[in-house]
C-alpha cells in the first residue's frame, strides 16, 4: 500500500477544485464529505480523504492518498509516474503522456500486464529464427536461395495456426494460448538440438505455428479487454513488449559469433522463462467478450472484410518479410558487419524506433489509424528501401527514422483484426489475415533471395518489393473506415445482446 499525504493552501476556487472528484487518472465518487472512492482507474484499492483548515485569508487542505497498483510484472515501472500524476492533478479527463487516452480499470490493466509479459515470449520466438539463420546458414553451407527458401517454408507454420484459432473461437482465448507457449518453448529447445538444414526447418516450423497462435491470441484477448479509445495505444504497448523479447535475441547475438554452432545456445533462452509464463498463465482469466458472446455466427460471412484487410497484409508481407529475413544478411555479406557490429546496429538503431511505435499507437487512437498506416508504408518503408541501396555512415540514421515511421503500421493497422470482426470468429478471422500476410510475405523473401543471387545486391530486390506497401496504403485510405472511441459491438452488432 503506497500513502501520499500533499498539503495545499488554496482560495475558494481552488478548494472547490480539490474537493471536486477527479476525471484524470483516475475517476472518483465522493462517498462521504471530503472522502473519495475508485470508480475506474489502474488500481486494487484507492482512497483519498481531505482535511480542510479554513481561515479568513484561505483555506489550508491536507490530502491523503492511499493506493495499490494494478499492475503485474511492471508495477515497478509506473511507481513514479502514478505518484507523479497523483500530486499532479489534470484538469477534465486529461491523461498523462505515459498512460492510455483512454481511463483503464483493474481488470484490463492486470489482463493487460499480463499480455504483455507473454508478448515478451512471442518477441523472442518471432525474432529468432530471423537473428539466427544466417549464423544456421554458415554450419549448414547453404546460400541465400536457399535461405530465402528456408525463411518461406516456415512461414507456413502461420497457416496451420488457423487450426489453432478454430479452437480458440470454440473453447476460449486462454486455453489455446496454453498450448501455444508449451509448444513453443519445447520447439524453441528442439531447434537447438537440430542436426540437419531439413530438421531445423521442421523444428522451426513448429515455433512458427505456435508464435503465431500466439502473437495473434494475444493481439485478439487484448483488444477485446482494453477501453474503446486506447485500442491501437495498447497494440504499441504490446510492441514494445515483444520488441523487448527480440532484443533479448539481439543482445545474445554475439554468442553466435563464437564458434560454428554456437547459435544454438539463443534457442535454448526460453527455458529461462518459463517461471515468467507460467506465472502469466494462472493470473489470466478468460477473455469477457468471448465468455458473453454470441455463438451460430460463420466467418463466411465475413469474406469480403477478410480479403480486404489479408490482401492489405499481404502487400505488405512482400516487402516487410524479406527485411526481416535479410537485415542481418545484407549487413554482414554487402557491408562486413561482425555479430556483434550487427547488434550494436540493431541496438542503436531499433530501440529509439520504440518512441514512435508509442507514439503512433497514441495518435492512431487520438486522431485516426488510416494516416498513421499511409505514412509508415510510404515514408517509412520509403526509406528502409533507401537504407537497403546505401552505405557507409548513412545506413545508421536511414535505419533509425524508417524504423521510427515504419512502426506505426503494427498499431495502427493491427486494431482492424479485432474491429473488422465479431467475437465469435475474431481469432480466426485475425489469424488468417495474418496467414495471408505470410504467404505474401514467402513469395517476397523468395524473390528477394532470388533477386539477390541474380543481381548480387539487396538494393533493387527492395525498390521493386516496395511497390507492394505503396498499394496497401492506397487500399487503407480508400476502404478503410475509423473505429476509434468506438466499441467493438457499435462495430459488430452481431456481438450485441438482445
Not at 54 to 73: A, K, Q
Not at 175 to 190: N, Y
Not at 261 to 272: A, K, Y
Request: charged fraction near 15%.
Amino acid at each position: 500500500m503506497t500513502h501520499l499525504e500533499i498539503t495545499h493552501r488554496v482560495d475558494d476556487e481552488g478548494l472547490r477544485r480539490v474537493r471536486s472528484p477527479r476525471t484524470d487518472l483516475v475517476v472518483e465518487r465522493e462517498v462521504e464529505h471530503d472522502s473519495f472512492a475508485l470508480v475506474d482507474g489502474p488500481f486494487e484499492f484507492y482512497k483519498r480523504s481531505l482535511v480542510v483548515e479554513s481561515t479568513s485569508t484561505g483555506h489550508t487542505v491536507i490530502e491523503t492518498i492511499d493506493y495499490r497498483l494494478s499492475i503485474p510484472w511492471f508495477g515497478f515501472l509506473f511507481r513514479l509516474p502514478v505518484r507523479h500524476a497523483l500530486r499532479n492533478r489534470r484538469d477534465k479527463t486529461l491523461m498523462p503522456f505515459w498512460a492510455p487516452p483512454d481511463h483503464m480499470g483493474m481488470r484490463a490493466t492486470h489482463i493487460f500486464a499480463t499480455l504483455c509479459a507473454i508478448a515478451v515470449l512471442s518477441g523472442f520466438l518471432s525474432n529468432a529464427p530471423a537473428e539466427t539463420h544466417t549464423y544456421a546458414a554458415d554450419e549448414f553451407d547453404v546460400d541465400q536461395l536457399s535461405q530465402g527458401f528456408l525463411g518461406a517454408l516456415i512461414r507456413v507454420g502461420t497457416l496451420l495456426a488457423i487450426g489453432f484459432a478454430v479452437l480458440a473461437d470454440r473453447h476460449g482465448r486462454k486455453k489455446v494460448l496454453t498450448l501455444a507457449i508449451g509448444f513453443g518453448i519445447v520447439s524453441s529447445c528442439a531447434s537447438a538440438l537440430a542436426p540437419s538444414i531439413e530438421s531445423f526447418a521442421a523444428c522451426l516450423v513448429v515455433v512458427r505455428t505456435s508464435n503465431a497462435t500466439l502473437a495473434a491470441l494475444i493481439v485478439v484477448f487484448a483488444l477485446e479487454e482494453l477501453p474503446s479509445g486506447s485500442r491501437a495505444w495498447g497494440l504499441s504497448v504490446l510492441g514494445l513488449s515483444a520488441a523487448l523479447g527480440a532484443g533479448v535475441v539481439v543482445w545474445s547475438q554475439p554468442i553466435a559469433g563464437v564458434a560454428e554452432w554456437s547459435w544454438r545456445l539463443i534457442f535454448m533462452i526460453p527455458v529461462l522463462m518459463t517461471p515468467l509464463v507460467v506465472s502469466a498463465i494462472r493470473r489470466l482469466p478468460e477473455s469477457r467478450r468471448f465468455a458473453e458472446h454470441t455463438s451460430g455466427l460463420r466467418l463466411r460471412s465475413y469474406w469480403k472484410r477478410l480479403a480486404l484487410l489479408g490482401g492489405t497484409y499481404f502487400l505488405l508481407g512482400l516487402f516487410l518479410s524479406p527485411i526481416d529475413w535479410f537485415r542481418n544478411e545484407y549487413l554482414r555479406d554487402e557491408h562486413g558487419f561482425s555479430a556483434l557490429q550487427v547488434t550494436l546496429f540493431i541496438i542503436t538503431t531499433a530501440t529509439p524506433g520504440g518512441i514512435g511505435l508509442y507514439l503512433a499507437g497514441r495518435i492512431a487512437d487520438l486522431r485516426g489509424r488510416r494516416i498513421v498506416v499511409v505514412t509508415a508504408a510510404v515514408a517509412g518503408l520509403g526509406l528502409t528501401t533507401v537504407f537497403f541501396n546505401a552505405s557507409g555512415l548513412w545506413l545508421w540514421p536511414l535505419a533509425f527514422t524508417a524504423i521510427t515511421l515504419a512502426s506505426g503500421l503494427l498499431p495502427a493497422l493491427g486494431v482492424y483484426r479485432g474491429e473488422m470482426f465479431p467475437t465469435a470468429v475474431r481469432a480466426r478471422a485475425a489469424t488468417i489475415a495474418g496467414a495471408i500476410g505470410v504467404v505474401g510475405g514467402s513469395i517476397g523473401i523468395v524473390a528477394a533471395g532470388w533477386m539477390r543471387v541474380r543481381w548480387g545486391s539487396f538494393g533493387p530486390a527492395m525498390a521493386i518489393l516496395w511497390l507492394g506497401p505503396l498499394a496497401a496504403a492506397v487500399l487503407v485510405w480508400r476502404k478503410f473506415y475509423e473505429g476509434t472511441r468506438r466499441e467493438l459491438e457499435a462495430l459488430n452488432p452481431e456481438d450485441q445482446k438482445i
